[in-house]
């Protein structure tokens, strides 16, 4: 039985946990800045970074106690080390560093994103590779087959937002608040979503690519319109997005090689329309349909240290440097406006 000590810092949750190799979570902490950032409307990377260095390492230290264990009692310490916000990532990649040198116990660079397409596996014991995974959080939208550990094969990508961004921005535009995505969700449950013709971007394209930009700007305007209620907007623009992903996905499926499953992970994966629909898109093909719990699919330490239980007995130096940027598959043939914020 091994034990990983998981750090994330890579946005804005100061998170650290203790996973076994049975999947259990012995300990998880979670410091969320979102009171931080709701004066601004979104994270101000100077202000996450000084959050995160005030407090990972008393956060570590409860984690620590709340299992009841000794930093010599695991067995490698994990931490994000990219992609992300980079003041933040340095902060829990060098606190991991002098962790593990003072404890004499290996270090494990974690890629965020490796972090997410590995977490359903924390949960789902019976999940097997290869599966096609729809990652979709505040940074990344990406259709990917999960051949392994460390094996990603990106089918799709977003050429210019997010779908975790769309929702946050239209929860802007509506004055919903930061962060966006559950008010937009919730307020959506009360709108007719056919009372405002909104796009679908990339609809019926040939590769399972998204793009949220135009969407973004038609919720703008159909504000500003002055004639549609807020929750029809958000209704409309929530079944807009739908579409997309569930044509986008519903494509890459044909495409993936024998998917044992249809698996989402990330922030949006927390929300209970796109679960819906994505499960009666797996039941079409007759494929299980899984999604961690709700509190893995945000960002969350837990995660972290489950994929360095994946990398157990591999280390990396200690002069590993963050990656701001660190694609899971660097093979994938960049996209027109990929990486590009409208
Ligand atoms: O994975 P995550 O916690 O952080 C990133 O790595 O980005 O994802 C955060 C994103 C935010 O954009 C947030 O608005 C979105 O996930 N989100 C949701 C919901 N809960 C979180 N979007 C739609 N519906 C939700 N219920
Ligand atoms: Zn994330």
Redesign the pocket.
Known sequence: MGIVLGIES????TAAALVDSGRTILAQRIASQDDFHRPYGGVVPEIAARAHAERLAPLIEATLADAGMALGEVDAVAATAGP?LIGGVMVGLVTAKALAMASDKPLIAIN?LEG?ALSPRLADPALQFPYLLLL?????CQLLLVEGVGRYRRLGTTIDD????A??KT?KVLGLGF????A??RLAREGNPRAVPLPRPLLGSAEPHFSFAGLKSAVLRAKQAGIHQDADIAAAF?QAALDCVIDRTRLALSLADAPSALVV??????????RGALEALAGEHGLPFVAPP?AL????AAMIAWAGIERLGQSDPLDFMARPRWPLDPDAAPVRGAGVKA
């Open positions: 890579s946005c804005d949750e992300g965020h997410h979709v959080s505040g940074g990344h997010a779908l975790g961004e929702f946050d929860a962060p966006g995505g559950p937009v969700e929530q992970a990330g922030g949006v994966a927390a929300n209970q329309a796109v709700l699919c945000t960002d969350n």
